[in-house]
């Protein structure tokens, strides 16, 4: 019974599915029992040594599951409850969290860049079949009876950051949006534009089904940068050049063609996670002088966050379903790794049920 099956970490393209300990619940906690959950492609980063976590952990960060335990201190939920947690897990109580903050949480003192993204990364995470969630009372969201656990696995993370890098940009009604990649990060962005109101949403990439479904999340207009000057062709669409640019890949080409492409005073929402050196071309940004904006999002986390993107699939402004193509238990997660990691067979998001 104190035993549980769980996807642990143990070095580069090398995770095993194995017997571990079943979390214990402290003042504070919860343990849910975890009903669904997905891979990240931050995973595969992890997994190909790219992103450095400890040998031993438990990987995942994106939770359904019903609460079975509750630690001292949590109030307001009950044992049985369905839940989703954000991958993201603020304290609620630090001064990046007061500040608005909260993924760059300092668990219950000042600020930590990137503090809030725990689950998988600094703790155990959601590929397992039982989960402690810390700050329970600041992070658990319950799931309303008439949603399916498909339905709001991918708010825990994709959706939240990619509706995020439409909201950090400013989208505003009759806004033109271009968004850089259409990976699942990239469509959620495309979709977030929509629900902001955008008027002209460009999705670009080359993979030709994912442009397909950039179309079916809310992109009026899709090209493929093999096939076109992408910024030629956003600034003839646009006329001097687009309102919004969200970069959801975290590349140099990407998020310089997003710059390219602004329109002067025009707004860069970076989402990618970037390595080695970026460099900013003084001609991409008008010298310095182009009264651009630059903002860069961690995904927002925390029950406030997770009841919210709920809502929005609970009222049909959004369908995320289609992203989910492919679905493994968890004592096949290697295979879903592979699935997901080499782009097989059309694959967007795969659920893995424990
Ligand atoms: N900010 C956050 O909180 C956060 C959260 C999760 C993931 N991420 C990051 O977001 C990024 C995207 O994640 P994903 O899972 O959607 O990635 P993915 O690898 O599944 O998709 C990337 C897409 O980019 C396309 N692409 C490659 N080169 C391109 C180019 N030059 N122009 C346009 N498109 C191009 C590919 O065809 C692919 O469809 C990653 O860097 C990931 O680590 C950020
Ligand atoms: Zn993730
Ligand atoms: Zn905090």
């Known amino acids: 019974m104190d035993k549980m099956k769980a996807c642990?970490?143990?070095?580069?393209?090398?995770i095993r599915v194995e017997e571990v300990a079943r979390p214990t619940c402290g003042a504070g906690d919860a343990i849910i029992r975890v009903t669904l959950t997905t891979i990240c492609g931050t995973d595969l980063h992890i997994v190909r040594g790219e992103y450095r976590v400890k040998p031993g952990l438990i990987i995942g960060h994106e939770p359904v599951g019903v609460v079975v335990e509750l630690g001292a201190g949590v109030t307001g939920f009950e044992i049985g409850d369905r839940v989703l947690v954000g991958a993201i897990t603020p304290c609620g109580q630090c001064l990046a969290c007061l500040s608005g903050h909260s993924s760059q949480c300092g668990h219950g003192h000042g600020y930590e860049a990137i503090g809030g993204w725990r689950?998988?990364?600094?703790?155990?995470?959601?590929?397992a079949e039982f989960l402690l969630v810390?700050?329970?009372?600041a992070n658990l969201a319950k799931i309303p009876d008439e949603l399916t656990d498909e339905q709001?696995?991918?708010?825990?993370?994709?959706a939240s950051t990619g509706f995020s890098g439409a909201e950090s940009g400013g989208v505003r009604i009759g806004d033109s949006v271009?968004?850089?990649?259409?990976g699942p990060i990239g469509l959620c962005a495309t979709a977030g534009a929509r629900l902001m109101g955008a008027s002209l949403i460009i999705g670009i990439d080359s993979d030709e089904?994912?442009?397909?479904?950039?179309?079916r999340m809310g992109a009026d207009v899709t090209l493929n940068f093999r096939n076109v000057d992408a910024v030629a062709e956003i600034k003839r669409l646009t006329g001097s050049g687009a309102d919004v640019a969200i970069e959801a890949l975290g590349e140099q080409a990407t998020f310089e063609n997003a710059l390219r492409c602004l329109r002067p005073g025009g707004t860069l929402s970076s989402?990618?996670?970037y390595s080695g050196k970026l460099q900013m071309p003084y001609d991409a940004f008008a010298a310095g002088l182009g009264d651009h904006r630059i903002v860069t999002t961690l995904c927002p986390g925390g029950k406030e966050r997770m009841r919210r993107l709920i809502e929005v699939v609970r009222h049909r402004r959004v369908d995320l379903t289609p992203l989910i193509t492919h679905r493994f238990s968890l004592s096949d997660i290697k295979e879903g790794y592979r699935v997901f990691g080499e782009r097989l067979d059309g694959v967007l998001k795969v659920a893995i049920t424990p």
């Open 209 to 215: 089904n994912r442009l397909t479904m950039s179309r």
């Open 134 to 137: 810390p700050n329970a009372q």
């Open 8 to 14: 642990v970490f143990h070095g580069e393209n090398d």
């Open 152 to 158: 709001v696995v991918l708010l825990a993370d994709i």
């Open 271 to 273: 989402l990618g996670v």
């Open 119 to 127: 689950f998988g990364n600094t703790i155990n995470g959601a590929q």
């Open 178 to 182: 271009v968004v850089f990649a259409q």
